[in-house]
């Protein structure tokens, strides 16, 4: 079992940065990929990035690939997604979500926080 939770979102102009984290429960973290989606208003639950276990490979939708980093630390049991030049379309509830394997698929991850809202001002 691993618990997650989500903090960091917030109100940012466009242009702006936050970083989220997600901090998670559980002995075995390292042996979990972790990943952040996404979810707007009307809209389905998006993929915004995965990070392997030891930190690699790293994966981005396409959206957000150059603006948005993803990293893990396996001693603090914590998962970040730094996101700069933030964009109105950026706005959604972004969630942290943990798996034993590595995908981009929403159905795949077994585990997920409560999510946290970022809204991005024009």
């Known amino acids: 079992q691993v618990q997650l939770v989500e903090s960091g979102g917030g109100l940012v102009q466009a242009g702006g940065s936050l970083r989220l984290s997600c901090a998670a429960s559980g002995r075995t973290f390292s042996s979990y990929v972790m990943g952040w989606f996404r979810q707007a208003p009307g809209q389905e639950r998006e993929f915004v990035a995965a990070i392997a276990w030891g930190g690699v490979p790293t994966y981005y939708a396409d959206s957000v690939k150059g603006r948005f980093t993803i990293s893990r630390d396996n001693a603090k049991n914590t998962v970040s997604l730094q996101m700069n030049s933030l964009k109105p379309e950026d706005t959604a509830v972004y969630y942290c979500?943990?798996?034993?394997?590595?995908?981009?698929?929403?159905?795949?991850?077994?585990?997920w926080g409560q999510g946290t809202q970022v809204t991005v001002s024009s």
């Open positions: 979500a943990a798996d034993l394997d590595l995908s981009t698929e929403k159905e795949e991850y077994d585990y």
